[in-house]
């Protein structure tokens, strides 16, 4: 057939055979897939780093956002407790000053016009015994919120410029001065012996 005979023919003339071709294409195209493959592999390699290297640092910013923000709204927190306190510690402070002015004003309103004057001069009021009529000269400080130790000098019955003894009995501490004082003063002139019973006795 005329396919076969040129096929012979080229087979026969060619000085390279079909055997030496296939090696040589194969050869070829090896080296070139081998090259394009690692050169395509290097690529995909390197970009998957540097893919993953902006995804590991975009982390780790947000991290470190995050961590700010909650260090600030901590100090927040911190800052508002602070400004809270100070305030509810000016507010307590103003009760307290205007518990002590009400308490003063009130013992005052319950003085003689004697006492009033003893008390503004020398801190100090002398009251008589409801029963017994002894004297007694309760000290205080209006200046002072807090009440003096063995604050009521019990005075002799021939001579009120001399003190027999000291006693003391007051309401619980943090009450108002005035509050104390008055408290001493309504006790010993109605319920004498009671007063007398609750106190605590210091000599002169």
Known sequence: MPTCNAFSTWCSTDTTSATDIWIDWNGTTSATTSATTNTSNNTIWMSWTSTSTEIITSATDTTHVATSQESLERGRVAEHARCQ????????????????????????????????????????????????????????????????????????????????????????????????????????ENDEDRAIEVSNRHAA
Do not use: W
Request: aromatic residues 6%; contains cysteine.
């Open 85 to 188: 306190a100070k305030a509810d510690a000016k507010v307590a402070e103003e009760d307290r000053i205007a518990a002590r002015k009400r308490a003063m004003k009130l013992l005052l309103s319950n003085l003689t016009k004697k006492q009033k004057e003893q008390f503004a001069k020398h801190k100090f009021f002398v009251i008589e015994g409801g029963k017994s009529k002894r004297k007694y000269r309760i000290r205080g400080n209006p200046e002072n919120a807090s009440i003096p130790m063995a604050n009521i000098d019990v005075l002799h019955h021939d001579n009120d410029n001399n003190v027999d003894h000291r006693i003391c009995f007051h309401l619980s501490y943090g009450i108002p001065l005035g509050d104390q004082l008055l408290a001493q003063k309504l006790m010993l």
